[in-house]
Nanobody
Framework: QVQLVESGGGLVQAGGSLRLSCAAS????????MGWYRQAPGKQRELVAR???????NYVQAVKDRFTISRDNAKNTVYLQMNSLKPEDTAVYFC??????????WGQGTQVTVSS
């Protein structure tokens, strides 16, 4: 089992930036993929960005060209750089680890609030 701890959320004005971090309790290079998801009030949790062990990356269309996911295997940490934030980006952001076999692991989430 892996523990994931997110940090970096907060309140920011529209157009601003935040960088989220997800620190894992063990090597992230052992996972098939690491990802960021978000859940806004009254909505389902959705994928934001995911980075695979082979270096492949995918983003939800709504954040392409604004958000960047990256990983530092030496620090067992995954990042989400969020630029040009919009009010509709307001949500709880969750880090997730997808093993090659077995269930996805989740962090506890960090709140991101973008004011207009």
């Amino acid at each position: 089992q892996v523990q994931l701890v997110e940090s970096g959320g907060g309140l920011v004005q529209a157009g601003g930036s935040l960088r989220l971090s997800c620190a894992a309790s063990r090597s992230i290079s052992s996972f098939n993929a690491m990802g960021w998801y978000r859940q806004a009030p009254g909505k389902q949790r959705e994928l934001v960005a995911r980075i695979f062990s082979d270096g492949g990356i995918n983003y939800v269309q709504a954040v392409k060209d604004r958000f960047t996911i990256s990983r530092d295997n030496a620090k067992n940490t995954v990042y989400l750089q969020m630029n040009s934030l919009k009010p509709e980006d307001t949500a709880v952001y969750f880090c997730a680890a997808d093993p090659f076999t077995g269930a996805r692991a989740w962090g506890q989430g960090t709140q991101v609030t973008v004011s207009s």
